[in-house]
């Protein structure tokens, strides 16, 4: 009863980087360069990983799926902050803002299992290489693959339906580029200590969870490189999951800087900036690490595209 005389909420206001009119001159075309960085890098591994015949390996078609998910993710955010740039009118309407929160928690989420998903294939091939083409079989890898699209939409659904069942004020300025569920909860005008709490909750279970996943993979990795009697052997063991690491270093480092901090630690335009590691760098880095750092996609890379030069 007590909602029932609140703002019916339309619109909300991306405020973005309004307030550095400067920055955002210089922001769009860089990132509009990163932008198109990421979605062909990315198409690329979907191409290459689809097109030869080297790469039809489990790792490979989960690195598929990871090009895929760095797409989409991307492609929830960059482009309607492209346009906040260029224009005055930052409006996303309540249904787009909820939608937008919705793709950005489902695919993130994604992210994080299917990370742990390629640190257990990395697992299973360097600690029991032999039993690797039984366990890592196409119906296990599809298995695997339809859990983590499964757990994104669960905790997507969870966390965007709360916030946007409740009740919101008259004030409609969300202070990021993107609908954040941080910076949209401010604009709750009830106790959302309840909410909070849920979300701390789901954070520890869904993110962590993947998060602990891979390092246990990795600790019996490490141990069973340890115990490899040559040197080349160990060289080309962990050469196989360099570039997983990497990626999984860059992913939950931007994200930690953010989400993981005391509210007070940064200010709100430290933070856009902050954010924008995990939504547009991190994802355009993660084929070029997997190009330069792995053996066989550039050796892949150098047959299609010398094929196609010379055709």
Same mark, same amino acid.
């Given at each position: 009863?007590?909602?029932?005389? $609140?703002?019916? /909420?339309?619109?909300?206001? =991306?405020?973005?980087?309004?307030?550095?009119?400067?920055?955002? =001159?210089?922001?769009?075309?860089?990132? #509009?360069? +990163?932008?198109?960085?990421?979605? %062909?890098?990315?198409?690329?591994? &979907?191409?290459?990983?689809?097109?030869?015949?080297?790469? $039809?390996?489990?790792?490979?078609?989960? =690195?598929?799926?990871?090009?895929? &998910?760095?797409?989409?993710?991307?492609?929830?955010?960059?482009?309607? /902050? #492209?346009?906040?740039?260029?224009?005055?009118?930052?409006?996303?309407?309540?249904?787009?803002? %909820?939608? $937008?929160?919705?793709?950005?928690?489902?695919?993130?989420? %994604?992210?994080?299992?299917?990370?742990?998903?390629?640190?257990?294939?990395?697992?299973?091939? &360097?600690?029991?290489?032999?039993?690797?083409?039984?366990? /890592?079989?196409?119906?296990?890898?599809?298995?695997?693959?339809?859990?983590?699209?499964?757990?994104?939409?669960?905790?997507?659904?969870?966390?965007?339906?709360?916030?946007?069942?409740?009740?919101?004020?008259?004030?409609?300025?969300?202070?990021?580029?993107?609908?954040?569920?941080?910076?949209?909860?401010?604009?709750?005008?009830?106790?959302?200590? $309840?909410?909070? /709490?849920? @979300?701390?909750?789901?954070?520890?279970?869904?993110?962590?969870?993947?998060?602990?996943?891979?390092?246990? @993979?990795?600790?019996?990795? #490490?141990?069973?490189?340890?115990?490899?009697?040559?040197?080349?052997?160990?060289?080309? %063991?962990?050469?196989?999951?360099?570039?997983?690491?990497?990626?999984?270093?860059?992913?939950?480092?931007?994200?930690?800087?953010?989400?993981?901090?005391?509210?007070?630690?940064?200010?709100?335009?430290?933070?856009?900036?902050?954010?924008?590691?995990?939504?547009?760098?991190?994802? +355009?880095?993660?084929?070029?690490?997997?190009?330069?750092?792995?053996?066989?996609?550039?050796?892949?890379?150098?047959?299609?595209?010398?094929?196609?030069?010379?055709?």
């Amino acid at each position: 009863m007590k909602w029932r005389n $609140q703002t019916v /909420m339309t619109e909300f206001i =991306l405020v973005g980087f309004s307030s550095m009119p400067n920055v955002e =001159l210089l922001l769009f075309p860089l990132l #509009l360069v +990163m932008y198109i960085a990421t979605v %062909a890098g990315n198409i690329l591994i &979907i191409v290459i990983t689809l097109v030869d015949p080297a790469l $039809q390996s489990p790792m490979y078609f989960f =690195l598929r799926n990871l090009a895929f &998910i760095e797409i989409c993710f991307t492609l929830d955010t960059v482009p309607q /902050m #492209l346009l906040n740039l260029l224009m005055k009118n930052k409006s996303i309407s309540f249904v787009g803002c %909820a939608i $937008q929160m919705y793709c950005f928690f489902h695919f993130g989420c %994604a992210e994080c299992f299917l990370l742990a998903a390629m640190s257990y294939d990395r697992h299973v091939a &360097i600690c029991n290489p032999l039993r690797y083409a039984t366990v /890592m079989n196409r119906t296990f890898c599809h298995k695997l693959l339809g859990g983590v699209w499964v757990i994104g939409i669960l905790v997507s659904l969870l966390q965007s339906a709360w916030i946007f069942n409740l009740p919101f004020c008259g004030y409609n300025k969300v202070n990021h580029f993107f609908c954040d569920a941080p910076p949209v909860l401010m604009l709750v005008c009830t106790d959302t200590y $309840q909410y909070e /709490m849920q @979300s701390i909750g789901s954070t520890l279970v869904f993110l962590m969870f993947p998060f602990v996943l891979i390092l246990i @993979s990795y600790v019996h990795i #490490l141990t069973t490189i340890l115990k490899m009697s040559t040197a080349a052997g160990r060289s080309k %063991a962990f050469s196989t999951c360099s570039s997983h690491l990497i990626v999984v270093t860059l992913s939950y480092g931007s994200g930690s800087l953010v989400y993981l901090r005391p509210k007070s630690s940064y200010s709100p335009e430290v933070k856009k900036m902050l954010s924008l590691l995990y939504t547009i760098v991190t994802p +355009m880095l993660n084929p070029i690490v997997y190009s330069l750092k792995n053996y066989e996609v550039r050796e892949s890379l150098k047959r299609t595209l010398g094929e196609k030069l010379f055709l």
